[in-house]
């Protein structure tokens, strides 16, 4: 695959909040992903009807949210907050739970990542269940991506790296992007090593092991599930909303 | 290769200076890394025989250390600056430059890189050129391992993750270490992809294309040559000198 054969547009990839100084682009649309739960949850929320989800980055906020009787998913460490209606497994965004309605939303990684990317063009939410979607996106938009990866409080992850090396692949093969990226190239290599097996892929990595450990892995296969959905959730204002494809 | 067969001490590495206060391990010997190429000149000065290697920040520092008569090596970007004596290819370390000279030392990402990780246990320079020589240091010193990547001003870079996997690999195989860290399994797995051609998997990396840019890239090959010496670079005090293998 020939990565730097000039597409029009770059495609870039960051892989922990903390850096995202270096790698900020304001005519990016950047492409913020929490495979392990944050952005597989928030996929599994607008499939299941949720009208919007506001992300917000401290547990005060939820708290206060709640407080005025807004739906709020809170977690920290992987761990469910004893104010919240329920955490960030994408199990619990339920039809029942979820269909009309406006979700509050705050995780250990994820929604900071959401609101530090709001610097670029635009922001949009990538996981598996909407790897295409997100892809055709892109395509049509016609911009320089920035893959931003919530990571684990600000180290490196397996399993955003693994996505952005899925995504990268994709928008390579469209012939639409190139990249001069190391970041881009070695999520490339490590998707190739993996893409035949994922979740044997990600068996090794530290936050699969975090999730068994607080028998939080039930979702492994779920949130390696390709294209479950056509949705890309949007950033419009402070919150998310569902873009569906109409192509 | 089973990483999680729990040696005794444990192996992280960290992508970027950016990173390093999430990864900050005060046990740890921290290896700081810049194959491309301070970490490489630096073991170049040794086998040449300079006696000590002052490394500073800023160019300032180095312009003021000229003044007072020391030897310089200065560059930003690759480019030589002209106050300096030389740059950084390692190929400018000569015997008849370096042999029994201190010499004052600063680099675009190398050198800060050092300075960060004196707050470890002890820093040590880790090259291809002393792959086996470092490996050897940390099975013997016995405790954690901090991995320090100079990357490319904050950005992550290909050829020192490679290079943390080759000696990730090293240190897993002893059996005295293990690792639970995503950037170390991740750099083992890029390493497995390149190991049996180095210099081909390098091609790729963004500052292989800055060197012959600049016509810089004569020392690609240099620069990944294993074991051409026993010497490993300690950081004492303020300055580097050779710790030589006696084993």
Known sequence: MIVRDKGKNKIEVCFSPALYPYYEN??????????LRASSAICAAFINGASKIIPVETLDEAKKMKEKGYIV?????????NFADFGNSPFSFTSENVKGKEIVYSTTN????IHLAS???????????NLSAVSKHLIRTGRDVL??????KNKFNLEDTFYAGALTQELIISR???TECDSALASLDLWNIGKNDPIAYIEKSAQRHRLKKNQLDD???YCHTRDLTTITPVLVDDYLVPLREFS
Do not use: H, K, N
């Open 147 to 152: 893959i931003l990866c919530a990571g684990w």
């Open 219 to 221: 979702v492994l296969e």
């Open 73 to 81: 998913a809170a977690e920290r460490d992987g761990i469910i907050r």
């Open 110 to 113: 994820g929604t900071q990542s």
């Open 119 to 129: 610097s670029g063009y635009q922001v949009i939410i990538g996981a598996f269940l």
């Open 26 to 35: 304001p005519e990016a649309v950047v492409v913020v992903v929490d495979i």
């Open 176 to 178: 639409s992007f190139y």
